[in-house]
């Protein structure tokens, strides 16, 4: 399927976009008076989340006027139609590390195309995270690469592990497992290993081969379009906790493909 759009130009203006929001979200991080508010579903929100969306929002208006957006602080545009691309922001994802000091947090964006069926697929994404001094990023056709500290782009790829025995698994908590609460306990207790790093992270450590399995969930489409397809250019799988390719369910599951399945059926409600 043809990329629908300028590949390299957006890939481009994802790392000019990522470029703009690191310096934002960096000159927030430990300060001192960082504003911090509650929205209607309690989830903490800060100015700095708040200042990254209106940054990209105002590049994405002049740089891709014709483009929808959809964002985690400012909504969703309502008259996404079939052929059309929307981009998916999520300006600071761990917002909770964000405003306690950890340096576990990214600026998500993806990018998505809606067929003329009115199906929806991701085409780029840009997972970038200053406190760790990296980013990530992928397009369709194109590979997916890391940057560590302003270096040259190396691709990643998932791991070839294949036995549960010898995986491990990344997790953000154990809150909203609900009912498969058990069964991914009892499946973590199978694996080589499991280690709480959660959020963003988890994914792009499947996508670099350093982890097997990374699973949340409850998670929205800005928690995902952007790892998700880094998560498969780089060789892994990603779906729902239903098995449902992409980030369009309410959980995400990340795999190097070979225990995929495994984990999806361990896990069912």
Do not use: C
Request: aromatic fraction near 8%; hydrophobic fraction near 45%.
């Amino acid at each position: 399927m043809a990329y629908p759009g300028d590949l390299l130009g957006d890939i481009e203006l994802l790392k000019s976009l990522a470029d703009l929001s690191d310096e934002i979200s960096s000159s927030r991080f430990l300060a001192q008076d960082l504003k911090i508010e509650s929205k209607p579903d309690l989830s903490p929100v800060t100015d700095a989340d708040k200042a990254v969306e209106e940054k990209i929002r105002e590049v994405l208006s002049a740089k891709r006027p014709n483009d929808k957006i959809v964002g985690e602080e400012f909504g969703s545009a309502e008259d996404i139609k079939a052929m059309d691309r929307y981009w998916v922001i999520d300006p600071i994802d761990g917002t909770k590390n964000f405003l306690r000091g950890l340096p576990i947090w990214a600026t998500l964006i993806g990018l998505v195309h809606r067929n003329e069926s009115g199906q929806d697929r991701v085409i780029a994404g840009m997972v970038s995270s200053p406190a760790l001094f990296r980013r990530w990023y992928a397009a369709e056709g194109f590979g997916a690469f890391t940057e560590v500290n302003s270096g040259t782009a190396i691709q990643i790829k998932a791991s070839n592990v294949k036995e549960i025995s010898d995986a491990s698994i990344s997790f953000s908590d154990l809150v909203g497992w609900g009912p498969r609460k058990n069964s991914y306990l009892a499946f973590m207790d199978k694996a080589w290993r499991a280690r709480g790093i959660g959020d963003f992270w988890s994914h792009m450590l499947v996508a670099e081969g350093a982890v097997d399995i990374a699973a949340e969930p409850s998670l929205a489409l800005w928690d995902m379009a952007a790892v998700a397809i880094i998560v498969t250019e780089a060789g892994g799988r990603f779906s729902d906790l239903e098995n449902v390719a992409g980030p369009f369910g309410k959980s995400g599951v990340s795999t190097n493909g070979h225990l995929h399945q495994a984990f999806i059926s361990a896990v069912k409600s």
